[in-house]
């Protein structure tokens, strides 16, 4: 069964960095198996995707409204997936989730709300001055 849990969330000012990470656990799972993609929810908001990446690491998909700023990078040795969020503004404030699936990124960004094999509980990015 496998398990995420995110990581390194909190209170940064706009235009700061912050680094999150999704990293797996649980028996008789290969984490290289999996796509790994990262959402996010602001209050009163329907769940968005963020950025996903390949089981392998070699493709990303990221949203528009993130390109340039975030960056998705995996360390499969680590069972870990990392969200480096770069000139942050404040309507990235929300909850950000990492899920992991067997669909190509470029299906899981479309999808926030599929069905995946597992989700982590979320972490709070908040943006303020």
């Known amino acids: 069964q496998l398990e995420l849990a995110e990581s390194g969330g909190g209170l940064v000012q706009p235009v700061g960095s912050l680094k999150l990470s999704c990293t797996a656990s649980?028996?008789?799972?290969?984490?290289?198996?999996?796509?790994i993609g990262w959402f996010r929810q602001a209050p009163g908001k329907e769940r968005e995707g963020v950025a996903c990446i390949s089981s392998s690491g070699g493709t990303t998909n990221y949203a528009d409204f993130v390109k340039g700023r975030f960056t998705i990078t995996r360390d499969n040795g680590k069972n870990t997936a990392y969200l480096h969020l770069d000139n942050l503004k404040p309507e990235d404030t929300a909850v950000y989730y990492c899920?992991?699936?067997?669909?190509?990124?470029?299906?899981?960004?479309?999808?926030?709300?599929?069905?995946?094999?597992?989700w982590g509980q979320g972490t709070q990015v908040t943006v303020s001055s």
């Open positions: 899920a992991a699936g067997t669909s190509s990124p470029w299906i899981m960004i479309r999808e926030p709300e599929g069905e995946y094999d597992a």
């Open positions: 649980g028996s008789r799972f290969d984490f290289d198996f999996f796509s």
